[in-house]
T-cell receptor, first 116, second 111 residues
């Protein structure tokens, strides 16, 4: 696609429910990233995919968070048993190569998750 | 480990005034540095990047940043602010295969 697409754009869920957030990266981008942006805070790294593998998942805050990527394309971030502190904007980004090779990211518009 | 510090969570300027947003980095290797802008309810957009070529980097919308190794800084500037520049700005540095972001600076522009 022309850009990074995230769905849904907004999600309100009840505490304790599971949610799935979807990211469709730019076609051909092998690297995919998930970040979390909480009110008044910066971007918190969650997980990085290269192809379908996740060589760095060091930012996942708890075992309630998981992510997968299939076909080297679409990725799903799943949060189980949501808590109010999970409320945030979840941003996905993709890159042709890793930033270490000087390409930056292209970000999606994010999914705003509200846990009530 | 690589990190960035943005001094000032909020900056206010008058329209037409100089914009200066500060970013200092910490890196054990020559860094790649980035500035991103986030407009309300949108994702982040790349403004400019430093990748060890020219130390003065020009970006979109009239912004530029200068890499100063002696000061470990990569401050973002624009000579004359416009109302449309009001947004949140993030500095970032590479750490392995990912970017580490600062906490952001919200720029307000007053008429």
């Amino acid at each position: 696609g022309a850009g990074v697409s995230q769905s849904p754009s907004n999600k309100v869920t009840e505490k304790g429910k599971d949610v799935e957030l979807r990211c469709d990266p730019i076609s051909g981008h092998t690297a995919l990233y998930w970040y979390r942006q909480s009110l008044g805070q910066g971007l918190e790294f969650l997980i990085y995919f290269q192809g379908n593998s996740a060589p760095d998942k060091s930012g996942l805050p708890s075992d309630r968070f998981s992510a997968e990527r299939t076909g080297g394309s679409v990725s799903t971030l799943t949060i189980q048993r949501t808590q109010q502190e999970d409320s945030a904007v979840y941003l996905c980004a993709s890159s042709l190569y890793s930033p270490g090779l000087n390409y930056g990211y292209t970000f999606g518009s994010g999914t705003r998750l509200t846990v009530v | 480990a690589q990190s960035v510090t943005q001094l000032g969570s909020h900056v206010s300027v008058s329209e037409g005034a100089l914009v200066l947003l500060r970013c200092n980095y910490s890196s054990s290797v020559p860094p790649y540095l980035f500035w991103y802008v986030q407009y309300p309810n949108q994702g982040l957009q790349l403004l400019l990047k430093y990748t060890s070529a020219a130390t003065l980097v020009k970006g979109i919308n009239g912004f530029e940043a200068e890499f100063k190794k002696s000061e470990t800084s990569f401050h973002l500037t624009k000579p004359s602010a416009h109302m449309r520049d009001a947004a949140e700005y993030f500095c970032a540095v590479t750490l392995g295969d990912k970017l580490i972001f600062g906490t952001g600076t919200r720029l307000q522009v007053f008429p």
